[in-house]
């Protein structure tokens, strides 16, 4: 089955701890993407990548980290110097300047 | 290509159409899409259209594409409750040699039985 992968489904963390988010994808696509998505404020891109071992920073990418050593797969992680980290994250991929494709996303509690 | 406008809310009987709109600032906008999200899950491609397109139709959803006025609108027909959803309108615009994609903040449709 082609498709992407999102894990764990729900996470939850204790504030200071960094916790890395995983998305993976078979679909052969070279652009990967994170959102960030609050409740009235619709997707915010943190970072995206266009192709492996390259990453550009979105619109909200303090206090997160990526890495795509992989055409497959875009973790993302958190750290702690995330100042509201509580949120739901979805990542998506897509061919460059094509519809993206999204993943069941991840909610992740920080408490 | 920084502003996508939705409304916020829409409430149709079943059985009615529902119309949603949007507009976009972009005027170099290549597809601009309809997704869907039902609750606690990602984000469904329902359809697109490419900017040099009036109208397209699939089955009980028509687009429709006003380049001139940058307001893109999709109907369901025979709107079922299953329908009842957040809706995000999207465009994808050149920022200068690359590709961007821009999301508004999404409709909720409520479909009352």
């Known amino acids: 089955d082609g498709g992407i992968t999102q894990s764990p489904k729900y996470l939850f963390r204790k504030e200071g701890q960094n916790v890395t988010l995983s998305c993976e994808q078979n679909?052969?696509?070279?652009?990967m993407y994170w959102y960030r998505q609050d409740p009235g404020q619709g997707l915010r891109l943190i970072y995206y990548?266009?192709?492996?071992?390259?990453?550009q920073k979105g619109d909200i990418a303090e206090g997160y980290s990526v890495s795509r050593e992989k055409k497959e797969s875009f973790p993302l992680t958190v750290t702690s110097a995330q100042k509201n980290p509580t949120a739901f994250y979805l990542c998506?991929?897509?061919?460059?300047?094509?519809?993206?494709?999204f993943g069941p996303g991840t909610r992740l509690t920080v408490t | 290509g920084e502003d996508v406008e939705q409304s916020l809310f829409l409430s149709v009987r079943e059985g009615d159409s529902s119309v949603i709109n949007c507009t976009y600032t972009?005027?170099?906008?290549?597809?601009l899409y309809w997704y869907k999200q039902e609750p606690g899950a990602g984000l469904q491609l329902l359809t697109y259209i490419f900017s040099n397109m009036d109208m397209k139709q699939d089955q009980r959803l028509t687009v429709l594409l006003n380049k001139k006025d940058k307001h893109l609108s999709l109907r369901i027909a025979d709107t079922q409750t299953g329908d009842s959803a957040i809706y995000f309108c999207?465009?994808?615009?050149?920022?200068?040699?690359?590709?961007?994609?821009?999301f508004g903040i999404g409709t909720k449709l409520q479909v009352i039985p």
């Open positions: 999207a465009e994808n615009w050149d920022a200068g040699g690359y590709q961007k994609v821009t």
């Open positions: 990548s266009q192709i492996v071992n390259d990453f």
């Open positions: 998506a991929s897509g061919q460059v300047g094509y519809e993206q494709y």
């Open positions: 972009d005027s170099s906008s290549t597809y």
């Open positions: 679909l052969n696509h070279d652009a």
